[in-house]
């Protein structure tokens, strides 16, 4: 794809190969991409293919042709998470070496038992879990006030321990935990930007606490909101969102900046593709874009 060079913005977007883009996706992607392009910088292309039990053969290289489809070039080659475990490990024994992580053994039913709220109540923080017993790897929280400001929603603040407790880095079968992955995944491709959906806002307080810990720069962040179906729920592969049709991709772009309030002139719906990402990359505003949790589709 198109060379990199350095640049002192390099966005991201980074897809999981469970199945192909849906509409919220490549919303998500083309919001992204004219971000880091309105701003010469660099666009990077990261498959989040951790968690193998949901990946899904073939799904990668349809994302990428249908990226490309779209005219959405990233910079560099494609960065893979599978390719990085030991990356991975090396965090976390970085982080044992320093006393901030334990092993869990607490089941599902243990854990909703003790808690109705969905926040770790500690249980295994003190109890000794031998290595032979399934756990997984919780990063110890305290009250510290962990604070960002989004460049959409504007100031955040989360007690950690309060709000979320211990949280988990790696699962007891050994995959590493998105919310640890991402953080070591973002520093390896020196990430200064990060677009993405509003649904991961209540977990950056998360990553920017591991940023700290690890001695890691903190990206700037904004969250756009989600596109829902009418019934108010996410487009997701799990709600079987349809895949994004691509017979005629500058007509999905055009409807695409609209939905991110781009308000682009109606003759641009005739455009060719290129031409209607020229106009968007240079007229990209993000400060448009509604400061809701997510619009609704007609």
């Given at each position: 794809?198109?060379d990199a060079?350095?640049?002192?913005?390099?966005?991201?977007f980074?897809?999981?190969?469970?199945?192909?883009?849906h509409l919220?996706?490549?919303?998500?992607?083309?919001?992204?991409?004219?971000?880091?392009?309105?701003?010469?910088?660099?666009?990077?292309?990261?498959?989040?293919?951790?968690?193998?039990?949901?990946?899904?053969?073939?799904?990668s290289?349809?994302?990428?042709?249908?990226?490309?489809?779209?005219?959405?070039?990233?910079?560099?080659p494609?960065?893979?998470?599978?390719?990085?475990?030991?990356?991975?490990?090396?965090?976390?024994?970085?982080?044992?070496?320093q006393?901030?992580?334990?092993?869990?053994?607490?089941?599902?039913?243990?854990?909703?038992?003790?808690s109705?709220?969905?926040?770790y109540?500690?249980?295994c923080?003190?109890?000794?879990?031998?290595?032979s017993?399934?756990?997984?790897?919780?990063?110890?929280?305290?009250?510290?006030?962990?604070?960002?400001?989004d460049?959409?929603?504007?100031p955040?603040?989360?007690?950690?321990?309060?709000?979320?407790?211990?949280f988990?880095?790696?699962?007891?079968?050994?995959?590493?935990?998105?919310?640890?992955a991402?953080?070591?995944?973002?520093a390896?491709?020196?990430?200064?930007?990060?677009?993405?959906?509003?649904d991961?806002l209540?977990?950056?307080?998360?990553h920017?606490?591991?940023?700290q810990?690890?001695?890691?720069?903190?990206?700037?962040?904004?969250?756009?909101?989600?596109?829902?179906?009418?019934?108010?729920?996410?487009?997701?592969k799990?709600?079987r969102?349809?895949?994004?049709?691509?017979?005629?991709p500058?007509l999905?772009?055009?409807?695409l900046?609209?939905?991110l309030?781009?308000?682009?002139?109606?003759?641009?719906?005739?455009?060719?593709?290129?031409?209607?990402?020229?106009w968007a990359?240079?007229?990209w505003?993000?400060?448009?874009?509604?400061?809701?949790?997510?619009?609704?589709?007609?």
């Amino acid at each position: 794809m198109l060379d990199a060079s350095h640049s002192l913005y390099i966005g991201r977007f980074a897809p999981s190969p469970t199945g192909p883009l849906h509409l919220g996706s490549l919303y998500t992607a083309l919001a992204s991409f004219l971000d880091a392009r309105s701003q010469q910088g660099q666009w990077r292309l990261r498959i989040d293919d951790l968690d193998t039990p949901r990946n899904i053969a073939g799904a990668s290289d349809n994302i990428l042709k249908t990226l490309e489809r779209f005219g959405l070039e990233w910079d560099g080659p494609v960065d893979y998470q599978s390719q990085h475990l030991a990356e991975y490990q090396a965090a976390l024994r970085c982080l044992s070496d320093q006393g901030y992580i334990y092993p869990c053994a607490c089941s599902r039913k243990t854990l909703a038992a003790a808690s109705h709220s969905g926040v770790y109540p500690g249980i295994c923080r003190d109890r000794f879990v031998p290595d032979s017993c399934p756990h997984a790897l919780r990063v110890k929280t305290d009250h510290q006030a962990i604070a960002f400001i989004d460049l959409l929603q504007g100031p955040q603040r989360q007690d950690l321990a309060t709000q979320h407790g211990d949280f988990v880095l790696q699962r007891k079968e050994g995959i590493i935990a998105y919310t640890f992955a991402v953080v070591v995944d973002d520093a390896r491709q020196c990430i200064s930007h990060v677009v993405r959906g509003a649904d991961l806002l209540d977990e950056t307080p998360k990553h920017v606490y591991l940023q700290q810990l690890l001695n890691l720069p903190t990206p700037r962040y904004l969250h756009i909101p989600l596109l829902v179906d009418q019934q108010g729920q996410k487009l997701s592969k799990q709600t079987r969102a349809a895949p994004v049709e691509a017979t005629n991709p500058a007509l999905v772009v055009f409807q695409l900046l609209q939905w991110l309030k781009q308000h682009p002139p109606a003759p641009l719906q005739q455009a060719p593709l290129s031409e209607l990402l020229a106009w968007a990359v240079s007229h990209w505003q993000a400060d448009r874009l509604p400061k809701t949790a997510a619009i609704a589709l007609p």
